[in-house]
């Protein structure tokens, strides 16, 4: 039985500590803040309550394969998981919309067809089917199993177009894939997973169309009470499986004995804590960067992702006036100008604020009781993908900045944003501003406060291709004795990603190969 010191309380990290004290070890999680959940965290106010990190849940298994692992109460006993259907509205803006059935696929391509016209359905059908072949080449080796040859993903999966001359065509990019679609709403839909987890779909793998299979296959949830009802029940499950939690104990050091391996942790306040092996679960960004995990040289830091990803701005909008039923849970306003969107999102220098056309937004607007305080309210949350936190941009509200990233603190910026999402919103909320009792924003600074992640940067999954660009970290790190989980780390970001994360890691500790299955 080792004693295992656990960096962070997120759900990769808590979902680590059920499964390693469940094998009988002593675990102690030590989080920097008062609270547990990392990013899925939750705001309630005046009867109101709304979910500030993800909305819904996808591929619920691996949830419910962590409390098959580590108890005998399932994980529906604990949380009532619910289908949404349909599994997203889509707007555009020339006025059409499509709503796709939740894992239905001859739904999805009755429902295409009629939106966008006959072929339109099969069109998508096809790139599915391609993305299945991808999703079966990716599965055990970049998501299931430890991370054993990181050139092997490098290499893109998705089956090429074809052939010219002696050579096959090389996989294309996402937007190839879109463009090849044949309408730009199409294109736009399928380029919508991309942009949500923050990824460039001009230079995301064709990989990518792995993001809307796994919804379209496995279904899209959502837990009621939220989706931080999910956090809450794992955080008892380690309670009941002994887990201790120490909240406000922030490490600022990794402990290493004479042979150089992991010995244990050292807190803000001094306290140097043993321990016979380590998981870390924070931002590795910020453990490499603050010096408390060891290689302070970035050229010596392990792959964690792109740098600079982007965050997300949340505006948590309550309501008077009842939701009105058939109302989607999940709606997706596509920008106007899908180009103008993207060269606003990933430029290294922008305006604060996207040029008119330029954004797309998502609606969350849950039929949940315990997020409303009566009937005759509504609580509804804005979501938009951004670019991070850089306290050191230039600019204001419509100044111009630099560097890859806004001042999401710098005066105006914020408040102005929000409005901008409000009224793109509207096309999916009619009143919506005779409606509103109250707004709070939230913008990548905020995430960047309150969970460590530099920048407020939210981690994609990892995906095979781009040359092995968004390759994450592997769960043994190069120190004995230190393992690494959570969205930073392998097989990426996403809750189903930083689950399966912990089951690698777990098995690791217990002399297994590392898998997740």
């Keep these: 039985m080792a004693r295992i010191a656990v960096i962070g309380a997120g759900m990769a990290s808590m979902a680590a500590a059920a499964r390693l004290a469940t094998g009988g070890h002593r675990v102690a999680v030590y989080e920097r803040g008062g609270t547990f959940g990392g990013g899925v965290g939750r705001l309630v106010r005046d009867g109101f309550a709304f979910d500030t990190g993800p909305g819904v849940l996808t591929l619920p298994a691996v949830y419910r394969d962590l409390f098959v692992k580590t108890g005998r109460e399932p994980l529906a006993d604990r949380v009532d998981l619910v289908?949404?259907?349909?599994?997203?509205?889509h707007l555009f803006a020339d006025g059409s919309s499509v709503s796709l059935p939740n894992a239905s696929r001859s739904g999805v391509i009755e429902a295409l067809d009629g939106a966008f016209g006959p072929g339109s359905g099969e069109r998508w059908s096809e790139v599915m089917v391609r993305a299945r072949e991808t999703w079966e080449a990716m599965r055990r080796p970049l998501l299931e199993d430890v991370l054993r040859d990181p050139a092997a993903a490098a290499r893109d999966p998705y089956p090429a177009a074809g052939r010219r001359g002696l050579f096959r065509?090389?996989?294309?990019?996402?937007?190839?894939?879109?463009?090849g679609l044949g309408d730009p709403r199409l294109a736009a839909l399928l380029e919508s997973w991309a942009?949500?987890?923050?990824?460039?779909?001009?230079?995301?793998?064709?990989?990518?169309t792995v993001l809307p299979?796994?919804?379209?296959?496995?279904g899209v949830w959502y837990p009621r009470g939220g989706v931080r009802a999910l956090a809450e029940a794992v955080h008892e499950r380690c309670l009941a499986r002994k887990v201790e939690f120490h909240f406000d104990a922030e490490v600022t050091e990794l402990l290493t004995g004479a042979?150089?391996?992991?010995?244990?942790?050292?807190?803000?306040?001094?306290?140097?804590?043993?321990?016979?092996l380590v998981v870390a679960g924070a931002p590795l960004p910020a453990l490499y960067r603050d010096q408390v995990l060891p290689w302070t040289r970035q050229d010596e830091w392990p792959p964690m992702g792109p740098p600079g990803e982007p965050g997300r701005v949340t505006v948590h909008l309550a309501l008077r006036g009842a939701r009105p039923g058939g109302t989607a849970h999940r709606t997706v306003v596509h920008a106007a100008d899908r180009r103008a969107a993207l060269d606003w999102l990933f430029a290294s220098r922008r305006e604060a604020l996207p040029p008119e056309g330029g954004l797309t937004v998502?609606?969350?607007r849950?039929?949940?009781?315990?997020?409303?305080p009566d009937a005759g309210h509504e609580a509804v949350t804005l979501t938009a993908t951004v670019p991070p936190h850089r306290p050191d941009a230039r600019g204001g509200a419509s100044g111009d900045t630099s560097g890859g990233g806004l001042d999401w603190t710098a005066p105006g910026v914020a408040e102005a944003f929000a409005a901008r999402m409000a009224a793109v919103a509207e096309a999916a909320l009619p009143g919506l501003g005779e409606r509103e009792c109250w707004r709070e924003v939230r913008t990548p600074a905020d995430t960047e406060r309150e969970t460590g992640a530099p920048g407020g940067s939210v981690p994609a999954p990892a995906l095979a291709g781009a040359g092995g660009a968004l390759v994450r970290a592997a769960n043994r790190s190069g120190v004995p004795g230190l393992y690494l989980v959570g969205g930073w780390a392998h097989p990426g970001g996403g809750l189903p990603h930083t689950g399966m994360s912990a089951a690698i890691t777990a098995d690791l500790v217990a002399g297994g190969p590392g898998g997740s299955r």
């Design 362 to 364: 998502t609606v969350l």
């Design 195 to 208: 942009l949500g987890y923050g990824l460039d779909p001009r230079s995301a793998p064709a990989s990518t």
């Design 213 to 218: 299979y796994l919804e379209a296959t496995f």
């Design 366 to 372: 849950p039929d949940d009781p315990a997020a409303r």
């Design 259 to 276: 042979d150089g391996s992991a010995a244990g942790v050292e807190l803000a306040d001094g306290r140097a804590v043993p321990a016979d």
């Design 169 to 179: 065509r090389a996989a294309p990019t996402l937007a190839g894939v879109a463009a």
């Design 83 to 89: 289908q949404v259907d349909p599994a997203g509205h």
